[in-house]
């Protein structure tokens, strides 16, 4: 189905064409013409399914009427500044044939009063985070009144990031006859708890799993002995010609400026991207890496969504994610819009328990591999392990720890002489023999205390266990 077949504004047919578009994707072709009824929607689909198109086409399809106003007629919020940012390139990629078309970005990191002189000039379409937002309702600097559409892109990222009173507090300020488009990777839970405040009568659209898709990014596991070995295959994996653009996701900030550091000073064209850098230097940083002056992102989670190059061609986890829905999102940076890509995780051993955690949640395994000359330290078995186990003083179950007596004290006794080959062959057990080696009646033997705690005297039964009184 062609993108002219949904019933969209001809502009828009044109600009998406001239964006190389060769055809909507499922989301797209079942969203689209549900939000030109202009009815609720509530929406799931996988990462790099097409999501950001599926709402951006229908709202445009309205601004196409008429763009005069003043006021703000479509309203989307974003978790992060990097995804509205992104979106309002969106914008301006597909409704570049609308004339008068206005649009503005409020962000955090952003000089505010520069946003408040953009806000009075007028603005059609507004792309948000919440926080940013609601900071201009507070002064009074941005009139919700006449918002048509409201979208809220990632909702599930947003309720995870704290902000559902901000979002509460911002839809109240938005007509009740606005049109609502929640988009999610899940519609359950806290989720479809705001979504049925906030909607009314909504459609509900859930996009399977395309069959096959997951093949595209080929998936590959190397397990590391430390941090210095990690290093070394992630310089192994860079030196790959098929590796076009990298993005390395770090569990930590600091990680994330260390290793872009040493990767720069090994002349590889390397930046760093999280939460800490001001908002220039992060536009900066991902101007470089799509005009490919960048060949490797070293990011935090913040570039886990909503961020897609086209020239990323291998996503690497230098550090894994503690969540298995946050790894689904790492690696759906790679292999979008049907390119094949390539995912690799850098893994302890110790990380096995969250590798079984991913293959569950993705229901696909994960194929370990391995660089010649940089392999692993082959890692002993349990059994090798407990046989091999040393026996120390002060441990729980050692020698020095057994009760006199005790069945465990008397299993680690030493072991009775044993006759030697001449005396075997010599016959009966000598006299001498019995007097130096085994108790005779009468005598005591150490380390077999009764009642009271004295030492046992054998009987006339030396050598049969001592009768346990019931």
Avoid at 51 to 59: E, N, V
Avoid at 157 to 162: E, S
Avoid at 408 to 433: I, K, N, W
């Amino acid at each position: 189905m062609a993108f002219a077949k949904l019933g969209l504004h001809s502009q828009l047919v044109k600009a998406v064409s001239a964006a190389g578009y060769a055809g909507p994707t499922p989301v797209q072709e079942r969203a689209i013409p549900a939000a030109l009824t202009r009815g609720d929607l509530l929406v799931s689909s996988h990462t790099g399914s097409g999501k950001t198109a599926a709402f951006m086409l229908p709202c445009l399809h309205r601004l196409a009427e008429s763009t005069a106003g003043g006021v703000p007629r479509v309203l989307v919020l974003t978790p992060t500044r990097e995804l509205a940012l992104q979106v309002a390139t969106t914008v301006e990629t597909y409704g570049k044939f609308l004339k008068g078309l206005r649009t503005v970005s409020i962000v955090g990191g952003v000089p505010f009063f520069r946003q408040q002189q953009l806000l009075r000039r007028g603005a059609d379409f507004v792309v948000a985070t919440p926080g940013r937002l609601l900071d201009h309702l507070r002064r009074s600097g941005i009139d919700l009144s006449g918002v048509e559409t409201l979208v809220l892109d990632e909702a599930d990222r947003m309720l995870d990031m704290g902000f559902i009173d901000d979002i509460a507090l911002i839809v109240a300020r938005t007509p009740s006859t606005r049109q609502t488009l929640l988009f999610s990777a899940t519609l359950d839970g806290v989720v479809g708890g705001l979504a049925s405040r906030i909607t009314r009568q909504a459609q509900r659209i859930e996009i399977a799993q395309v069959p096959g898709r997951a093949s595209k990014i080929d998936q590959r596991l190397y397990f590391a002995d430390d941090l210095a070995h990690k290093s070394r295959l992630l310089d192994a994996l860079l030196r790959d010609e098929s590796l076009g653009q990298a993005l390395i996701f770090t569990a930590t900030k600091r990680s994330a400026d260390e290793l872009s550091t040493r990767l720069r000073n090994r002349g590889i064209a390397a930046d760093a991207l999280h939460g800490d850098m001001n908002q220039s230097s992060r536009n900066r940083t991902l101007q470089a890496l799509r005009h490919g002056r960048l060949r490797v992102l070293v990011a935090t989670d913040i570039a886990a969504r909503g961020l897609d190059v086209p020239g990323i061609s291998h996503v690497i986890n230098f550090d894994l994610p503690r969540q298995a829905d946050d790894y689904v999102h790492r690696i759906g940076r790679t292999g979008r819009a049907g390119r094949d890509g390539v995912a690799i995780s850098l893994a302890a051993h110790r990380d096995k328990p969250l590798i079984r955690d991913i293959e569950r949640y993705t229901a696909q395994p994960i194929a370990v591999d391995r660089i010649p000359g940089l392999e692993p330290t082959p890692r002993p078995s349990r059994s090798d392990n407990r046989s091999a186990r040393p026996y120390a003083g002060s441990r729980v179950g050692c020698a020095t720890n057994r009760a006199p007596g005790s069945t465990a004290a008397r299993r680690m006794a030493p072991a009775a002489p044993v006759r030697s080959r001449e005396a075997t062959e010599a016959g009966p057990l000598s006299a001498d023999f019995r007097r130096r080696f085994l108790p005779q009646a009468g005598d005591a033997v150490p380390g077999h205390a009764g009642r009271e705690g004295g030492s046992r005297r054998v009987t006339s039964h030396p050598h049969r266990p001592p009768r346990r009184s019931r």
